[in-house]
């Protein structure tokens, strides 16, 4: 006789795991939010849209990557969830969507219920920063195709914005400001690259850093800063004079502000308007990575990027500096001048500042 059981699939630890995460997902509801969690399907009062001329529905699907595996080496799940939440919700916001409501899946070798309990309290944690409500999920135990400590997340997310408001490349025009928000640390991208360098230079998670004031791994785990909030406030204020956002994920700064202007312009970066955080500069030196090759890669310090009319620069500061963003100018938007190139829109010139 052959049970599921026999095969690696705990459906008991499964239906435990679904009690302990029930509190955190209590704290990422939104008033829109039909019913508890626990049945098939998460529901959301769409006469919320009725607030709207012509709503357009925006949606985004996004993972963690291999970060996963620092969180694990590590022993810690309950920041994970917050980086999952921030690639999903960020890159909606950058054609002006309001995320509403997001759904996660969380795939393991085995079901630990504190574990997976963990990693949703980090989920509920980004919903709550995010303004997003999370309406569902599904835990699949995946024996035999994942080690017993192995996971994967992804999550998916659904917004509105209004069909006028809508950001797109056109709007942006040269002249325009590029105004920076500051990373938190690597955030969710580049991790192959950082887990090479752990490899290759037998890095010790464990070990302190005193320039940090933590362990290496604390530094790595450091969650994605969560802009959605930030940028729908800046919507709100600025009105037709927010021309776009660019969020910084895999690619680099040049690259993924480069997809959100038009052919004929080009984006400049001064790196000399900010330092490169001190976490890239340490493992790039110890891995020895070019310096182009870790701009193409990581984030160097630039988590989101608002391009704004020239006269309200000052205002957009003022604005993120009210909620505890520190932003800065750095940078405009100019005519092509007969560049051409692929992905060539963007780039970064100068040195940055040293610490």
Same mark, same amino acid.
């Given at each position: 006789?052959?049970?599921?059981?026999?095969?690696?699939?705990?459906?008991?630890?499964?239906?435990?795991?679904?009690?302990?995460?029930?509190?955190?997902?209590?704290?990422?509801?939104?008033?829109?939010?039909?019913?508890?969690?626990?049945?098939?399907?998460?529901?959301?009062?769409?006469?919320?849209?009725?607030?709207?001329?012509?709503?357009?529905?925006?949606?985004?699907?996004?993972?963690?990557?291999?970060?996963?595996?620092?969180?694990?080496?590590?022993?810690?799940?309950?920041?994970?969830?917050?980086?999952?939440?921030?690639?999903?919700?960020?890159?909606?916001?950058?054609?002006?969507?309001?995320?509403?409501?997001?759904?996660?899946?969380?795939?393991?070798?085995?079901?630990?219920?504190?574990?997976?309990?963990?990693?949703?309290? @980090?989920? &509920?944690? %980004?919903? =709550?920063? !995010?303004?997003?409500? +999370?309406?569902?999920?599904?835990?699949?135990?995946?024996?035999? *195709?994942?080690?017993?400590?192995?996971?994967?997340?992804? @999550?998916? &997310?659904? %917004?509105? =914005?209004? !069909?006028?408001?809508? +950001?797109?490349?056109?709007?942006?025009?040269?002249?325009?400001? *590029?105004?920076?928000?500051?990373?938190?640390?690597?955030?969710?991208?580049?991790?192959?690259? =950082?887990?090479?360098?752990?490899?290759?230079?037998?890095?010790?998670?464990?070990?302190?850093?005193?320039?940090?004031?933590?362990?290496?791994?604390?530094?790595?785990?450091?969650?994605?800063?969560?802009?959605?909030?930030?940028?729908?406030?800046?919507?709100?204020?600025?009105?037709?004079?927010?021309?776009?956002?660019?969020?910084?994920?895999?690619?680099?700064?040049?690259?993924?502000?480069?997809?959100?202007?038009?052919?004929?312009?080009?984006?400049?970066?001064?790196?000399?308007?900010?330092?490169?955080?001190?976490?890239?500069?340490?493992?790039?030196?110890?891995?020895?990575?070019?310096?182009?090759?870790?701009?193409?890669?990581?984030?160097?310090?630039?988590?989101?990027?608002?391009?704004?009319?020239?006269?309200?620069?000052?205002?957009?500061?003022?604005?993120?500096?009210?909620?505890?963003?520190?932003?800065?100018?750095?940078?405009?938007?100019?005519?092509?001048?007969?560049?051409?190139?692929?992905?060539?829109?963007?780039?970064?010139?100068?040195?940055?500042?040293?610490?």
């Amino acid at each position: 006789m052959s049970t599921y059981a026999d095969s690696g699939v705990d459906i008991d630890a499964g239906d435990t795991a679904v009690q302990l995460m029930k509190t955190h997902l209590a704290k990422a509801r939104r008033p829109e939010v039909v019913g508890d969690i626990g049945g098939f399907a998460g529901l959301f009062d769409v006469s919320a849209l009725k607030k709207f001329n012509r709503p357009l529905l925006a949606t985004s699907t996004d993972g963690v990557g291999t970060k996963t595996e620092i969180a694990r080496a590590l022993g810690k799940y309950d920041t994970i969830g917050e980086d999952l939440v921030a690639m999903v919700v960020d890159d909606l916001v950058v054609c002006g969507a309001e995320p509403l409501f997001m759904t996660d899946y969380i795939a393991v070798g085995k079901v630990f219920p504190e574990r997976i309990a963990e990693i949703v309290s @980090g989920i &509920a944690k %980004g919903c =709550v920063k !995010a303004g997003t409500a +999370l309406v569902g999920g599904e835990t699949a135990e995946h024996p035999g *195709l994942l080690a017993d400590d192995e996971f994967d997340i992804a @999550g998916a &997310a659904t %917004g509105a =914005v209004e !069909a006028d408001l809508l +950001l797109s490349e056109e709007k942006v025009r040269a002249g325009d400001i *590029l105004i920076a928000m500051p990373a938190s640390g690597f955030h969710a991208n580049g991790f192959s690259l =950082v887990r090479h360098i752990v490899k290759s230079q037998v890095l010790k998670l464990d070990a302190h850093l005193d320039d940090f004031g933590m362990t290496l791994g604390e530094v790595l785990l450091t969650p994605t800063e969560i802009y959605s909030l930030d940028c729908l406030a800046l919507i709100k204020a600025l009105a037709g004079d927010l021309h776009g956002f660019s969020h910084v994920t895999g690619g680099g700064l040049a690259a993924n502000t480069a997809r959100v202007i038009p052919p004929h312009l080009f984006a400049t970066f001064d790196r000399s308007t900010w330092s490169l955080p001190l976490e890239m500069a340490y493992m790039a030196a110890q891995g020895g990575v070019p310096q182009a090759d870790m701009e193409r890669t990581w984030n160097c310090g630039v988590g989101m990027v608002a391009i704004v009319a020239p006269e309200t620069a000052d205002r957009t500061l003022r604005s993120l500096s009210a909620r505890g963003m520190k932003a800065w100018a750095a940078g405009v938007v100019s005519d092509r001048n007969g560049q051409s190139g692929e992905n060539f829109g963007s780039a970064l010139e100068g040195t940055y500042l040293p610490r």
